[in-house]
């Protein structure tokens, strides 16, 4: 990895000359980051488009699989509520509701290939944050944010698998896809947020109770040490017995968010067990600067597992997006839940958070410093010299790293009935904000989905038979990383 010291200088120096190269920010501006996030969404509504619009709502061109689109809808959302720009709302909607699927719960019958519980989760955690910021419906639409999030928690309480290693989610839904014998950290992490969320939404504790036993369950296996470590995932068919000991900044950020809604939720300290070793183990294992994060040197946040090897798959290179984030809600999710874990006071850790989303939020604008427009993304942090790679992955996590520099806003639950469609908006685009407290009617089933797979299968494409090989080779890259 190229190490530099005073590279985001270099390249403001550079914008400052008239060059357009790097994009321009000042991170105690909130004009400056809303600009610089204005610029890469841009960058990613151009992908998504595709040159005329999406040949299919909510689909991403391929190499992209179908969960990295709703991480963008999740990221996109974010960017609106903070914003106010209200110019994203209808490709949100229009792709966010296409893909419900027949049983409003985030199963399109097209993705059976792709759908593991975690990319099912992530267009939940979407639809979630629909709900939680206001985001307005598309009118005429007879099912809300919530409902979609609660169907989606509802299919995978029933698919928790106590058949094998005591408990715990599988990665995959169907027998067919590559990983059905995997248990890991991203499954139990992302159904676990997505429980917490709707606890805090809801207040219901039986969604709590579950976002619980998915942690004690990932605690018990292995997967998540008391030292923060969280560690890919496990083999069932070796009874849960060996780990894959890789660790990711997304995982990190689902288990700290997790943490973080239930220390909000439960106004307990119960929770600090989780949210404090997985953040401090967070600023030393994915920043640049490692240990001596401590001492706030120059820390940037970095894909340790495969950016120094450029290793990084399309999916890995969108993780730091996640972790991100969560140092923003960890920040506002506890704010008034004051503690000390180890001799780190919660003031220390925010402002060590802070730090961190600072230096690599400068570093994020000097490495989107490439193609054309000199705008262009790399995954880089720490150079300021573009590395010549782009996509969603990378914008995704210039973008969160932005915003996670402004302060959250406040977030809605079931009681919230206010039709405004959310800050920033001027309410044009509904009479309905996705909240309320409706409750599931719908609960989709593995075998239903699955046998509609064969009855689709003769409409797929032969890029479809690429995109399920493909899905292959990233699973073993994974399990073998
Ligand atoms: C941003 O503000 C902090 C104090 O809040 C200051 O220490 C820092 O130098 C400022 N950074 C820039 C780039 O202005
Ligand atoms: C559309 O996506 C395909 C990949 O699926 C890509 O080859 C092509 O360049 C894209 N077109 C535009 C205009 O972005
Ligand atoms: C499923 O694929 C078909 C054929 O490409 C397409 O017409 C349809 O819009 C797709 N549905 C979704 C939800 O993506
Ligand atoms: C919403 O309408 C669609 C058809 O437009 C239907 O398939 C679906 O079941 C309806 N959902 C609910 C919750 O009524
Ligand atoms: C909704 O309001 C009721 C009555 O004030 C309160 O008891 C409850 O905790 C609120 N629910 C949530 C999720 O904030
Ligand atoms: C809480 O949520 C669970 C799971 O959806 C549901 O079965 C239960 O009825 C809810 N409880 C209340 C009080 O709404
Ligand atoms: C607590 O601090 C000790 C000594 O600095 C360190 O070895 C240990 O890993 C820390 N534990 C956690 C959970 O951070
Ligand atoms: C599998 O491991 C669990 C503990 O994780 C243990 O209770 C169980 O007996 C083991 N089963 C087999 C067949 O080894
Ligand atoms: C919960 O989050 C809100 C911000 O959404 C914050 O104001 C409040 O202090 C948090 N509660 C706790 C217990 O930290
Ligand atoms: C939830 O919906 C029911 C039925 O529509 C209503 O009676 C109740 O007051 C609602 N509760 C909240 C907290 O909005
Ligand atoms: C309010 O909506 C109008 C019409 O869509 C739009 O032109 C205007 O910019 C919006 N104002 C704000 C503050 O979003």
Known sequence: MRATTSTGLGALLLTTAGI?????????STDSILSASKTVV?????????????????????PYYWWEAGYMFDSLINYWSLSGD?????????????QIGPDDNYMPLNQSKNLGNDDQAFWALAAMTAAEKGFPLPSGTNVTWIQLAENVFDTQVGRWSEDSCNGGLRWQIFTFNNGYNYKNSISQGSFAYLAARLARFTGNSTYSDWAQKAVDWTRNVGLLTSDGAI???TETTDNCSEINHVQWTLNAGLFLNTGSYLVNTSESSAWNDLIWPVFLESTQVFTDAGASANSQGRSIITEIACAARNTCNVDQKAYKASLARAFNIFQSQTASSVSTFNGTSSADAYSRAAAILRTSAQG???QCSGGDDGTTCGFDWSSSE?????????????????LAN???KALKTANDTSATGGSGSNGTSTEEDGGGNGTSTRTGTVESASSSTSGAAGLWSTSAFVALFSAIAISVLRLSM
């Open 42 to 62: 841009d960058n990613i509504l151009k992908i998504y488009n595709n040159g005329s619009g999406p040949s299919i709502p909510g689909l991403l061109p391929d």
């Open 406 to 408: 402004l302060p959250a």
């Open 386 to 402: 573009w590395d010549g790679t782009s996509g969603i992955g990378q914008d995704l996590d210039a973008l969160e790293v932005f």
């Open 364 to 366: 994020a604008a000097a």
């Open 20 to 28: 357009a190269n790097a994009i321009d920010l000042d991170v105690n």
């Open 86 to 98: 209200d110019s994203v709302v209808q490709p949100i909607q229009d792709g966010m509701i296409f």
């Open 231 to 233: 560690y890919d995932g």
